[in-house]
């Protein structure tokens, strides 16, 4: 049984890349039958991999496979009045339209919220954008390093480093400052839909990236709220306040934190009771924190004999706090994960039988998530745009092909 808290919600995804397509899939996967709006050359993010084979393919996109789940495809040209009235009877049955072009770009066309909601005034819009609809920066563009930046998250990330002048501060990984944005762009749609269900009007939601991402509390801005001094990426120094190692395994690296002298003691029985255990300088947690420099390479000596998975479970019979640092095969192959079928997988005309992230929830009915392939480009013009969705005939959508509308 498919997941169908939204049934029958309607919704356009005009989105390119990530943060827009992301908000649009969470409520395809939820249900809500999502038809995605594509230009004629396709979704920008079909031209991002990773690839099978690192063979570029616009049918074979990793991020665009993933983002693009349960949606039905249509193609249209909004820079043609023909394409941009095609979108507009769309529209009219729509209860969401999201997207997340630059502030100016739609009203520039004749397709800015005021002549949507013209046309269908219980739509609800959804723009997801960097710095959002207004403000001085409403027009600039941005990427996740910018919004990283912009944000306050990359001042401390990743941490305490080495050398502070040659490892300045980095961006998040793998894109997290879309998809945080897509999060907050889907919650407040929810809220706007729960609105309209009240007023039985449509409303213009604007997301901006940058404030979803300081909106997290580990920014700096909570330290400045809080009148404290924000902290930036810092040395990392010897000394530290608590024992927590990262140390190298024959397949990766497991996290160890021996903090208490019990779990000390326990890692050291662990460990088949070394000699060098009983040196004066490791017997107390603060020595061994002042001592950290000789301690290191003992630990990772011994650890460097077994796979994280074997140091974590011995960690784990000990009393002792560990954590394998798991890689994406790990993850694929976890127990966990496999217990609650997180991962779906789905059979793509073209890419072939690839595994997804599934849905982070399970619902007291039993229902699980289940997943239809991103559509092919245009893949559903016909049955959309023909003789079961607004009525174009067969020689109408050839010759709208033949002109670059479709």
Known sequence: MALDLLDGLKVL?????ISAPFCAKLF?????RVVKVEPVDGDEARGIGPFPGDVPDAEKSGIFLALNTNKLGVTLNLDTPRGRELLMQLVEGADLLVENFAPSFLPDIGLGFSELHARN??????????FGQTGPWANYQANNLILCNVAGHSREHPGPVKDLETQPPLQLAADQAEFVAALAGATAALLALNQRRLTGVGC??????MEALALLPQTTLAQFALGELTRGVQRDE??????????????GYVGVSPRQQDQWEHFVTMMGDPSWADDPKFATPKSRLANWADL????????SGFKKEEVYRRAQAHHVP?????????????????????FVDVDHPVAGRLRYPGFPAKLASGKQLELLPAPLLGQHNRCILGGGGLGLSPQDMDALRDSGVL
Request: with cysteine; net charge negative; proline share 9%.
């Open 13 to 17: 995804d005009l989105g390119q890349g």
């Open 28 to 32: 395809a996967d939820l249900g809500a």
């Open 121 to 130: 005034a219980e739509l609800i819009l959804v723009s997801i954008t960097p």
């Open 204 to 209: 213009h939601v604007d997301v901006s990236g």
């Open 238 to 251: 010897p000394v530290r306040q608590s024992l927590l190692a990262l140390l190298p395994c024959r397949d």
């Open 296 to 303: 290191e390479p003992l630990l990772a000596n011994w650890t």
């Open 322 to 342: 560990s954590f394998p640092m798991n890689t994406a095969a790990d993850l694929f192959d976890s127990p966990q994960f496999q217990a609650r079928e997180f």
